[in-house]
């Protein structure tokens, strides 16, 4: 079965700093892998997703994420975090053909002006 | 594109009533749509897929016969709790993914927030 780990509950940034949210994954073969956001009282919005292919992908609001298959992860980067990006960020995986996610547990991004 | 809305957004009933919520595509054909639940401060747990024109699969541990899904066609989906009970007010989020050449990505609404006294 598939699973999703993300390994840091809260985290806080001031803004303009770097952002680093960590995704790991376990799943027996290539997984098809998404970060999606996640406002107080709101669905979900697709930041990025990874296929197959190049292992950095570029995402809406100035997000990207490196796939890397030997530590199966998927981590989240952007370079400069605006106020706006306070929210809580999930990790999800889905198995190719499976056509069901499995979420992780989210990250709440905090940021200090 | 790729908008997926809901109705009600928020919605609260009382205890021993049936509440309904729709999940529409709106610029997309979803044959497939999953709905999940969500509790204060966690994740999104999957509930049910749906399927257009056939039953929906529920997820262990989810009574079939309390939530009762309908998927009549490419853009709708109804989720329905009968007899709700207090236990049941969560966050219900409904997702779909589309026939084209996007289908390997599941687009969420907005939710529905259930409160039942």
């Known amino acids: 079965a598939q699973s999703v780990t993300q390994p840091d509950i809260h985290i806080t940034v001031s803004e303009g700093a770097s952002l680093e949210l960590r995704c790991n994954y376990s799943y027996g073969a290539t997984p098809y892998l998404f970060w999606y956001v996640q406002s107080p009282g709101q669905g979900l919005q697709l930041l990025l997703k990874?296929?197959?292919?190049?292992?950095l992908v570029q995402g809406i609001k100035g997000f990207e994420a490196e796939f890397k298959r030997s530590q199966s992860s998927f981590n989240l980067r952007k370079p400069s975090v605006h106020w706006s990006d306070a929210a809580e960020y999930f990790c999800a995986v889905e198995g190719a053909g499976s056509y069901q996610l499995t979420f992780g547990k989210g990250t709440k991004l905090s940021v200090i002006p | 594109g790729a908008v997926v809305s809901q109705h009600p957004s928020r919605v609260i009933c009382k205890s021993g009533t049936s509440v309904k919520i729709e999940c529409r595509s709106l610029?997309?054909?979803?044959?497939?749509m999953f709905w999940y639940r969500q509790f204060p401060k966690q994740s999104l747990m999957l509930m049910a897929t749906?399927?257009?024109?056939?039953?929906?699969?529920?997820e262990q541990g989810v009574e079939k016969d309390k939530f009762l899904i309908n998927h009549a066609s490419l853009t709708l989906s109804t989720l329905t709790v009968t007899s709700a009970h207090p236990e049941d007010s969560s966050f219900y989020i409904c997702?779909?993914?589309?026939?084209?050449?996007?289908?390997?990505?599941?687009?969420f609404g907005p939710g529905t927030r259930l409160l039942v006294l």
């Open positions: 749906s399927n257009e024109g056939s039953k929906a699969t529920y």
């Open positions: 990874y296929f197959s292919g190049d292992t």
């Open positions: 997702s779909a993914r589309s026939v084209g050449p996007t289908k390997e990505t599941q687009y």
């Open positions: 610029d997309f054909q979803a044959t497939t």
